[in-house]
């Protein structure tokens, strides 16, 4: 296996294998444990969690990593993200969207077409 990301905490590690393991990537944390000595050793790569992947899944990882260190950054800088799509419900007009089939507002399906 081979190191590929450094995480600030538990939660980052876990959040980015939860990421990869959806794109079938197979992954292993690393030092998580360590977050409890923290007050006693220094915080540094070596203490924080670290993501793992087999070798041969490295060339696909390493993409993924990026958009996501680069969400990270963009987050972290107040950065909007590009408006999503959207559809009008047909019965109350509320903008919903596009990866929703039913209205959050009215309870209404999305029309055909």
Partial sequence: MQHVYT????????????????????????GEMLEGAW???????????????????VGKAQPIIAEYQSREVRNAKGVEAPPRATWKCPKCGE???????????CGAERAEG
């Fill in 95 to 105: 903008e919903v969207e596009e990866q929703f089939d039913t209205c959050w507002k």
């Fill in 39 to 57: 007050g006693t050793m220094p915080v540094s790569s070596e203490s924080l969690p670290s993501i793992w992947v087999n070798e041969a899944d």
């Fill in 7 to 30: 995480a600030r905490d538990q939660m980052d590690a876990h959040f980015l294998k939860g990421i990869l393991e959806r794109e079938g990537i197979v992954s292993v944390v690393q």
